[in-house]
């Protein structure tokens, strides 16, 4: 045998167990002996037709290894391994193709949906407004004697006069009280809640306060205080926070012969400044209470020291807005979760989530930042949403630019965008869900209806109450009668 003849016996040796192995590999079964030709025969799974076409084509072409010459088996053998590097880099394309589309549906924004009960769908003013104003000694953008009460009835201040108003039949408004000249100005109206349905507070500038039943229309219970700038109740316990810090409550049952209330049954004074809002949870275990400084306290009804609860703020924990509390709100869901709300002097407004529950790490968000005051918040157990009320917002200044004369021009600053509106946030995600305008004046407070889809705003400047829709009922779902088939009689 010659020298050439034995290099020809070796190389076609060698690219036949090369061609083999190769066949082996891309085989369906990784333990088959399929002959070269055969498998060189057999169609492939390939990303698109195209290619497809072109492999059976290569493939089909392929003259047999045992019948070629050493150099055409090298070059077919070539062209069988570029074909695996092109096989190889199309399946690497798929998978980045499948994996930027992943990428990229992650990446996108999640798109908002709303629940049928959703303020989206339902925030919208009702026909239904009622005069009221406030008494002329009393600033008349922040103060709003209004209350409602569990059987569906607004009591509301003309003057120094009181009013009620019963929005589930059809009777006029009537004349409660009114308060004498020597005891101050109209200032505060608080319903008690559903133990007693009938039952009302009215407090004046001076520090006295009446409680009264509206069906009997007569005082049953009164004291002179020395001033009342919030009221609470919590059953038969009556709650007021004064302009010093101090919170007292009463016991509405604990009276004498002429009705004059004994001494409060419990006093706090933690708070250095006045109380500026009060408010019971759902159980009535725990009050939450606000001052002046936009200090908020809350407070065990079994104690008289308040909880450790809140942001650690040098080595102590403290729950600390930057305006003067003006409301407060806590869930119907969870008892240990509130919202306060704040009116900074630059007219910008702050709402705050707090959980109570010291062992629970809340890692929701809790805050939300407006360029407007709050005035008041309300949760309802029917939408994982809260509503907010606000005054006056802060208007963004737009600095002076030049003319074609390189004159200076001035520019009016942007209005507040929540200024004097009713805004609705997403819990506890806290997104944005929908804001509307409601006043053209500074909505002093509202309060939410006993069903929990209405409030009613009271706006002093307008001398107006006016009742909103804030949510929805869900959709009842008829079911067929038995006596019909897909709804329709038989």
Same mark, same amino acid.
């Given at each position: 045998?010659?020298?050439?003849?034995?290099?020809?016996?070796?190389?076609?040796?060698?690219?036949?167990?090369?061609?083999?192995?190769?066949?082996?590999?891309?085989?369906?079964?990784?333990?088959?002996?399929?002959?070269?030709?055969?498998?060189?025969?057999?169609?492939?799974?390939?990303?698109?037709?195209?290619?497809?076409?072109?492999?059976?084509?290569?493939?089909?072409?392929?003259?047999?290894?045992? +019948?070629?010459?050493?150099?055409?088996?090298?070059?077919?053998?070539?062209?069988?391994?570029? =074909?695996?590097?092109?096989?190889?880099?199309?399946?690497?394309?798929?998978?980045?193709?499948?994996?930027?589309?992943?990428?990229?549906?992650?990446?996108?924004?999640?798109?908002?949906?709303?629940?049928?009960?959703?303020?989206?769908?339902?925030?919208?003013?009702?026909?239904?407004?009622?005069?009221?104003?406030?008494?002329?000694?009393?600033?008349?953008?922040?103060?709003?004697?209004?209350?409602?009460?569990? =059987?569906?009835?607004?009591?509301?201040?003309?003057?120094?006069?009181?009013?009620?108003?019963?929005?589930?039949?059809?009777?006029?408004?009537?004349?409660?009280?009114?308060?004498?000249?020597?005891?101050?100005?109209?200032?505060?109206?608080?319903?008690? #809640?559903?133990?007693?349905?009938?039952?009302?507070?009215?407090?004046?500038?001076?520090?006295?306060? +009446?409680?009264?039943?509206?069906?009997?229309?007569?005082?049953?219970?009164?004291?002179?205080?020395?001033?009342?700038?919030?009221?609470?109740?919590?059953?038969?316990?009556?709650?007021?926070?004064?302009?010093?810090?101090?919170?007292?409550?009463? =016991?509405?049952?604990?009276?004498?012969?002429?009705?004059?209330?004994?001494?409060?049954?419990?006093?706090?004074?933690?708070?250095?400044?006045?109380?500026?809002?009060?408010?019971?949870?759902?159980?009535?275990?725990?009050?939450?209470?606000?001052?002046?400084?936009?200090?908020?306290?809350?407070?065990? $009804?079994?104690?008289?020291?308040?909880?450790?609860?809140?942001?650690?703020? +040098?080595?102590?924990?403290?729950?600390?807005?930057?305006?003067?509390?003006?409301?407060?709100?806590?869930?119907?869901?969870?008892?240990?979760?509130?919202?306060?709300? $704040?009116?900074?002097?630059?007219?910008?407004?702050?709402?705050?989530?707090?959980?109570?529950?010291?062992?629970?790490?809340?890692?929701?968000?809790?805050?939300?930042?407006? $360029?407007?005051?709050?005035?008041?918040?309300?949760?309802?157990?029917?939408?994982?949403?809260?509503?907010?009320?606000?005054?006056?917002?802060?208007?963004?200044?737009?600095?002076?630019?030049?003319?074609?004369?390189?004159?200076?021009?001035?520019?009016?600053?942007?209005?507040?965008?929540?200024?004097?509106?009713?805004?609705?946030?997403?819990?506890?995600?806290?997104?944005?869900?929908?804001?509307?305008?409601?006043?053209?004046?500074?909505?002093? #407070?509202?309060?939410?209806?006993?069903?929990?889809?209405?409030?009613?705003?009271?706006?002093?400047?307008?001398?107006?109450?006016?009742?909103?829709?804030?949510?929805?009922?869900?959709?009842?779902?008829?079911?067929?009668?038995?006596?019909?088939?897909?709804?329709?009689?038989?």
């Amino acid at each position: 045998m010659s020298t050439d003849a034995a290099s020809d016996g070796i190389v076609r040796s060698s690219m036949d167990a090369t061609v083999g192995e190769t066949a082996r590999k891309r085989s369906l079964s990784p333990d088959s002996d399929t002959d070269v030709e055969d498998f060189m025969k057999r169609p492939r799974l390939t990303a698109t037709l195209s290619v497809s076409s072109l492999a059976e084509t290569t493939y089909s072409e392929m003259p047999s290894f045992s +019948q070629s010459s050493p150099r055409t088996n090298r070059t077919w053998a070539s062209r069988l391994l570029t =074909d695996d590097v092109i096989s190889s880099g199309l399946a690497m394309m798929r998978s980045a193709s499948v994996a930027s589309s992943l990428d990229f549906r992650s990446s996108s924004p999640m798109v908002q949906t709303f629940s049928e009960t959703s303020a989206k769908h339902h925030m919208k003013p009702t026909k239904t407004t009622i005069d009221f104003s406030v008494a002329s000694g009393l600033d008349a953008a922040t103060t709003w004697p209004v209350g409602w009460s569990t =059987d569906n009835t607004i009591v509301f201040g003309r003057g120094n006069r009181v009013y009620t108003k019963s929005l589930t039949t059809a009777e006029d408004v009537a004349q409660l009280c009114k308060i004498k000249d020597t005891q101050g100005d109209l200032q505060l109206i608080s319903c008690a #809640g559903k133990e007693h349905p009938h039952i009302v507070a009215v407090a004046t500038s001076k520090g006295y306060f +009446q409680v009264w039943d509206t069906n009997a229309k007569k005082v049953i219970a009164h004291r002179k205080t020395n001033g009342i700038l919030a009221m609470s109740w919590n059953g038969h316990t009556f709650t007021i926070g004064g302009p010093k810090g101090t919170i007292r409550m009463y =016991d509405i049952r604990a009276t004498g012969a002429d009705g004059k209330l004994k001494e409060a049954t419990k006093k706090l004074t933690r708070h250095q400044a006045g109380i500026t809002s009060l408010a019971w949870n759902r159980d009535g275990k725990i009050l939450a209470s606000g001052d002046k400084t936009g200090t908020v306290l809350c407070w065990d $009804d079994r104690m008289t020291a308040p909880l450790d609860v809140g942001e650690l703020i +040098q080595r102590r924990k403290k729950m600390q807005h930057e305006g003067p509390i003006t409301a407060l709100a806590w869930s119907p869901w969870q008892s240990k979760i509130f919202a306060s709300g $704040d009116s900074a002097a630059d007219l910008t407004g702050t709402i705050r989530i707090w959980n109570v529950n010291a062992s629970t790490i809340h890692n929701t968000p809790d805050k939300i930042e407006l $360029d407007a005051a709050v005035t008041s918040i309300h949760f309802t157990e029917h939408c994982k949403e809260i509503v907010s009320t606000h005054g006056p917002g802060k208007p963004t200044p737009i600095p002076p630019t030049r003319n074609d004369n390189f004159d200076v021009v001035n520019h009016d600053p942007i209005p507040s965008k929540f200024s004097n509106s009713l805004v609705v946030h997403s819990y506890p995600s806290l997104r944005h869900v929908v804001t509307l305008k409601a006043a053209s004046a500074n909505i002093a #407070g509202s309060l939410l209806s006993p069903n929990g889809y209405r409030v009613m705003l009271a706006v002093p400047e307008e001398s107006k109450l006016k009742l909103w829709d804030v949510w929805g009922k869900p959709m009842l779902k008829r079911t067929p009668s038995v006596l019909s088939y897909d709804g329709r009689i038989r």
